[in-house]
Protein backbone atom coordinates (compact mmCIF):
# COMPACT_ATOMS: atom_id res chain seq x y z
CA UNK A 1 0.00 0.00 0.00
CA UNK A 2 0.93 3.26 -0.62
CA UNK A 3 1.00 4.95 2.66
CA UNK A 4 3.65 7.16 2.45
CA UNK A 5 3.48 8.11 -0.78
CA UNK A 6 -0.31 9.03 -0.45
CA UNK A 7 0.47 11.18 2.93
CA UNK A 8 2.76 13.27 0.94
CA UNK A 9 0.66 14.25 -1.99
CA UNK A 10 -1.76 14.99 0.88
CA UNK A 11 0.68 17.46 2.01
CA UNK A 12 1.57 18.86 -1.72
CA UNK A 13 -1.83 19.33 -2.32
CA UNK A 14 -2.57 21.44 0.61
CA UNK A 15 0.52 23.44 0.67
CA UNK A 16 -0.80 24.30 -2.80
CA UNK A 17 -3.84 25.03 -2.08
CA UNK A 18 -2.74 26.98 0.53
CA UNK A 19 -1.67 30.91 0.19
CA UNK A 20 1.93 31.52 -0.21
CA UNK A 21 3.74 32.12 2.46
CA UNK A 22 7.67 33.16 2.46
CA UNK A 23 8.71 29.98 4.80
CA UNK A 24 5.61 27.74 4.31
CA UNK A 25 1.95 27.84 5.59
CA UNK A 26 1.45 24.81 7.28
CA UNK A 27 3.25 22.75 9.71
CA UNK A 28 3.06 19.28 8.98
CA UNK A 29 3.78 16.13 11.14
CA UNK A 30 3.44 12.22 10.53
CA UNK A 31 3.14 9.72 12.57
CA UNK A 32 3.40 6.01 10.40
CA UNK A 33 3.07 2.49 11.45
CA UNK A 34 3.43 0.61 8.45
CA UNK A 35 3.04 -2.34 10.02
CA UNK A 36 -0.44 -2.20 11.32
CA UNK A 37 -1.18 0.37 8.18
CA UNK A 38 -1.78 3.59 9.82
CA UNK A 39 -0.71 6.90 9.38
CA UNK A 40 -1.75 10.49 11.48
CA UNK A 41 -0.86 13.84 9.53
CA UNK A 42 -1.19 16.40 12.13
CA UNK A 43 -1.72 19.90 10.62
CA UNK A 44 -0.96 23.81 12.12
CA UNK A 45 -1.31 26.36 10.52
CA UNK A 46 2.09 28.67 10.48
CA UNK A 47 1.14 31.76 13.22
CA UNK A 48 2.98 33.63 10.52
CA UNK A 49 1.04 32.65 8.04
CA UNK A 50 -2.57 33.86 9.32
CA UNK A 51 -4.33 31.36 7.39
CA UNK A 52 -8.07 31.28 8.24
CA UNK A 53 -8.09 27.56 8.96
CA UNK A 54 -8.05 25.72 12.31
CA UNK A 55 -5.87 22.80 12.78
CA UNK A 56 -6.57 19.34 12.66
CA UNK A 57 -5.70 16.10 11.56
CA UNK A 58 -6.15 13.31 8.64
CA UNK A 59 -5.90 9.71 10.11
CA UNK A 60 -5.26 7.14 7.38
CA UNK A 61 -5.89 3.84 7.65
CA UNK A 62 -4.66 0.74 5.02
CA UNK A 63 -6.68 -2.39 4.58
CA UNK A 64 -7.59 -5.13 2.37
CA UNK A 65 -11.16 -6.00 1.67
CA UNK A 66 -12.67 -9.16 2.00
CA UNK A 67 -12.34 -9.83 -1.52
CA UNK A 68 -8.39 -9.33 -1.39
CA UNK A 69 -8.03 -5.14 -2.71
CA UNK A 70 -6.53 -2.34 -1.04
CA UNK A 71 -8.29 0.13 0.43
CA UNK A 72 -7.70 3.39 2.17
CA UNK A 73 -10.07 5.51 4.74
CA UNK A 74 -9.31 8.47 5.55
CA UNK A 75 -10.85 10.22 8.48
CA UNK A 76 -10.39 14.17 9.07
CA UNK A 77 -11.01 16.05 11.94
CA UNK A 78 -10.47 19.82 12.96
CA UNK A 79 -9.58 21.72 16.08
CA UNK A 80 -12.60 22.44 18.45
CA UNK A 81 -15.10 20.59 16.37
CA UNK A 82 -16.40 17.22 17.41
CA UNK A 83 -17.43 16.03 13.73
CA UNK A 84 -15.59 14.18 12.07
CA UNK A 85 -15.67 13.31 7.95
CA UNK A 86 -14.35 9.81 6.52
CA UNK A 87 -13.92 9.28 3.16
CA UNK A 88 -12.40 6.02 1.24
CA UNK A 89 -10.33 5.65 -1.44
CA UNK A 90 -10.41 1.97 -3.32
CA UNK A 91 -7.50 0.52 -5.02
CA UNK A 92 -8.11 -0.17 -8.56
CA UNK A 93 -5.74 -0.03 -11.38
CA UNK A 94 -6.64 3.27 -13.03
CA UNK A 95 -6.98 5.10 -9.86
CA UNK A 96 -5.30 8.18 -9.72
CA UNK A 97 -3.70 8.19 -6.32
CA UNK A 98 -2.53 12.26 -6.75
CA UNK A 99 -6.05 13.16 -7.76
CA UNK A 100 -7.74 11.01 -4.74
CA UNK A 101 -4.98 12.81 -2.19
CA UNK A 102 -6.33 15.96 -3.51
CA UNK A 103 -10.05 15.63 -2.87
CA UNK A 104 -9.05 14.39 0.86
CA UNK A 105 -6.78 17.79 1.22
CA UNK A 106 -9.52 19.91 -0.52
CA UNK A 107 -12.03 18.09 1.60
CA UNK A 108 -10.16 18.98 5.27
CA UNK A 109 -10.01 22.54 3.96
CA UNK A 110 -13.15 23.17 3.43
CA UNK A 111 -13.43 22.23 7.28
CA UNK A 112 -15.96 20.20 9.01
CA UNK A 113 -19.60 20.09 7.17
CA UNK A 114 -21.43 23.15 8.45
CA UNK A 115 -24.94 20.58 8.81
CA UNK A 116 -23.05 17.80 10.35
CA UNK A 117 -23.97 16.23 13.97
CA UNK A 118 -21.24 15.31 16.50
CA UNK A 119 -21.18 11.62 16.63
CA UNK A 120 -23.06 10.17 19.87
CA UNK A 121 -25.29 12.80 19.07
CA UNK A 122 -29.13 12.51 18.49
CA UNK A 123 -31.66 14.72 17.45
CA UNK A 124 -34.02 16.03 20.15
CA UNK A 125 -36.53 18.42 18.00
CA UNK A 126 -39.54 16.73 17.53
CA UNK A 127 -39.29 14.25 20.31
CA UNK A 128 -41.73 14.09 23.41
CA UNK A 129 -39.49 13.18 26.35
CA UNK A 130 -40.91 10.08 28.28
CA UNK A 131 -42.71 9.79 31.92
CA UNK A 132 -40.80 8.41 34.27
CA UNK A 133 -43.80 5.62 34.94
CA UNK A 134 -43.82 4.90 31.58
Not at 3 to 22: G, K
Request: hydrophobic content about 40%; charged content about 15%.
Amino acid sequence: MRLLSFVSDIEHSITAESPVVDGGAWDFARTVNFQQGLCRLTLAPRPAADLPFPSGTIFLQAFSLADGSQCLKATLSWKDSPVTTAMAVYSTPQLNWKLEASKIATAWMEGPPANAQAPNSLPTEGLTPLSATG
